[in-house]
């Protein structure tokens, strides 16, 4: 069977995440010391090496991400930030708050190398206020970092100085879109930007901004430690390294397994105990409800970016969400209809009226009016990519990703 294999999850329940000391007796910033004895742009090129890619849900490659920061970022006094999305709104995901809860120091240190990377002197990281655990995790770190002299003025005795703050978010899912995050951390009310700029040209406060998820930041001390092609040596050629995969539903172990990029999705239903009750496999949701339906044909699938791109389905956050036979696709759908439909922020008219309309067109399909389900699922993939390709934020475009997958694996069932 499938073992786990830990990177950003490796001190978890190792460690009293409420103790700096501890995190150090286990090589706890050893990484931040062998970063500042190399020069950025090394450090850069040795993230570009790695193949990392945001663990937040885009894939987007890291290296790239911290290179067009540093190099947006003219002339070389120009104020720089990094930043933290830990806001994790996605339902069925709650990595994040894992390793936040388990060991946070890990998430911080991370943070500290990429600041280094682009000579960034302020951080932060944004959160939702839910996370109450997490955020008292997280406030006691930090000052244990700024005691022992990880974070404030000249660290490691260098000239090079970085604070970091903690800001929280009031819950909102479109906060975890990382423009519109960034319109909340500045005090605005959450409404999305607009792209182009990007963040690592016009970031927070219209500077240039790296910004990673957790389990992103959470990477960068094991590549610094062991290097490029040690990292790329586990997982897939294009997804290389672990991911972090919170399993919940029908399953007998629901919870968090880190393991490497390429697992299957049959191995980590027996990782978590396989099938509860003993019930056959019907369908899984990949990546919370900004993801796909699949069927059993997928369960052989490397779980990786682009190989289940392939089946045009997505790995999204990590999210898992198991579902037997006796499961109803129908209500399934329902509820992630109208949770876009609820999280909504009204500020564009696709996106407003569309939602709302996807959820009363969801109910035709269970009683159509005209007696064709496959109609109607039709015309809500229209309608779904009209609002993705006029929307001004991801959530606009997120209803068309479990519709089209509905259509394909599922469209004999509804």
């Not at 970022?73 to 999305?85: E, F, Q, T």
């Not at 056959?280 to 949701?285: D, K, L």
């Not at 309309?357 to 109607?376: A, C, I």
Request: aromatic content about 10%.
């Amino acid at each position: 069977m499938i073992q786990e294999k830990r990177i950003a999850l490796k001190n978890a329940g190792h460690i009293d995440p409420g103790s700096i000391d501890e995190y150090i007796a286990r090589g706890g910033f050893q990484a931040m010391e062998k970063a500042f004895a190399r020069e950025p742009k090394d450090l850069i090129a040795e993230m570009e090496n790695s193949g990392l890619r945001g663990r937040g849900g885009g894939g987007f490659p890291t290296g790239m991400k911290v290179k067009f920061t540093d190099q947006a970022a003219w002339p070389s006094d120009y104020m720089k930030y990094v930043v933290c999305n830990a806001d994790e709104g996605e339902p069925g995901t709650y990595k994040d708050r894992v390793i936040m809860e388990q060991d946070p120091f890990i998430m911080i240190e991370g943070m500290i190398i990429a600041a280094w990377a682009i000579q960034a002197e302020q951080a932060y990281i944004y959160i939702r206020g839910e996370y109450v655990e997490s955020v008292r995790r997280i406030e006691h770190a930090l000052k244990q970092c700024y005691d022992k002299g990880y974070l404030g003025k000249h660290l490691l005795n260098t000239e090079f100085s970085l604070d970091m703050e903690l800001r929280l978010g009031a819950g909102s899912y479109l906060c975890g879109e990382e423009l519109t995050l960034l319109e909340s951390l500045e005090g605005n009310r959450g409404y999305p930007r607009i792209k182009p700029p990007f963040p690592a040209n016009e970031g927070v406060f219209r500077k240039p901004t790296l910004i990673n998820n957790v389990e992103t930041f959470a990477h960068m001390p094991w590549i610094v430690m062991e290097g490029a092609q040690a990292y790329k040596a586990m997982g897939t050629e294009k997804s290389p390294g672990t991911k972090i995969f919170t399993i919940s539903g029908d399953v007998n172990k629901p919870g968090y397994y880190e393991v490497e990029m390429g697992t299957t999705l049959r191995q980590l239903i027996e990782l978590a105990g396989g099938m509860k009750g003993g019930d056959g496999f019907y369908a899984a949701i990949l990546g919370g409800a900004a993801g796909t339906f699949v069927n059993e044909s997928v369960l052989d699938t490397p779980m990786g970016f682009d190989t289940l791109k392939e089946k045009n389905a997505i790995l999204g956050s990590g999210a898992v969400m198991v579902m037997n036979t006796s499961r109803s696709l129908y209500e399934m759908m329902a509820s992630i209809l109208e949770f876009f439909a609820h999280e909504s922020c009204g500020k564009c008219v696709p996106c407003r009226v569309g939602t709302k309309m996807l959820v009363d067109m969801w109910d035709e399909v269970k009683v159509p009016k005209n007696g064709n389900r496959s109609h109607m699922l039709d015309k809500m993939a229209g309608e779904a990519d009209y609002m993705q390709k006029t929307s001004l934020c991801p959530l606009g475009g997120s209803p068309i990703i479990p519709i089209e997958s509905a259509r394909q694996y599922f469209r004999h069932a509804f």
